[in-house]
């Protein structure tokens, strides 16, 4: 079931992208900059949430819960790992604007593809509003997740 979830994932992860190279493809990289920023942000409010959780005793009782869906991690393993893909996300969207910046000046093959052209640049844009979508979200399930965090330490201080 996991390994069919997964697939479908993948599937639907390659077509936004493929949408977002062609289709919905606008040229729109000076915006690129300002998505380095906020996702700069967004690894620093990670890190600050993580060493928060690492520091209290609430982490202690996570550590102590077994997950319910999962037997072999606990709700602390759960929640680092929820940190950990986030941050995985926002440091793998920015290696690839990076890497757009360094072959914007350079041309590229462009090929025809149904009434569309398509490039690496495009390619790479593509993944690029893939990701920022993507990191969008987990930042705020980050933000939703870490509130819940602070009440729940503040219940037991």
């Not at 079931?1 to 936004?16: E, F």
């Not at 996702?39 to 409010?45: E, P, R």
């Not at 462009?110 to 987990?138: A, C, D, E, P, R």
Request: charge should be positive; include cysteine.
């Amino acid at each position: 079931m996991q390994i069919s979830k997964n697939i479908v994932h993948l599937i639907l992860a390659l077509g936004i992208i493929f949408l977002f190279a062609t289709y919905l493809h606008f040229g729109n990289s000076k915006t690129f900059e300002n998505i380095l920023t906020f996702l700069s942000v967004t690894i620093g409010f990670c890190i600050t949430a993580l060493s928060i959780i690492a520091t209290s005793s609430f982490a202690k009782d996570l550590y102590k819960q077994e997950a319910p869906n999962d037997n072999s991690k606990t709700l602390l393993h759960q929640l680092v790992g929820k940190f950990t893909n986030s941050t995985i996300a926002f440091v793998t969207a920015i290696t690839i604007i990076l890497i757009y910046s360094f072959i914007e000046p350079i041309d590229v093959k462009i090929f025809k593809f149904w009434h569309t052209q398509i490039s690496i640049k495009s390619i790479l844009s593509g993944v690029i509003w893939y990701l920022t979508f993507l990191s969008i979200w987990f930042f705020i399930d980050l933000i939703k997740l870490f509130s819940k965090f602070v009440i729940q330490s503040a219940k037991r201080q």
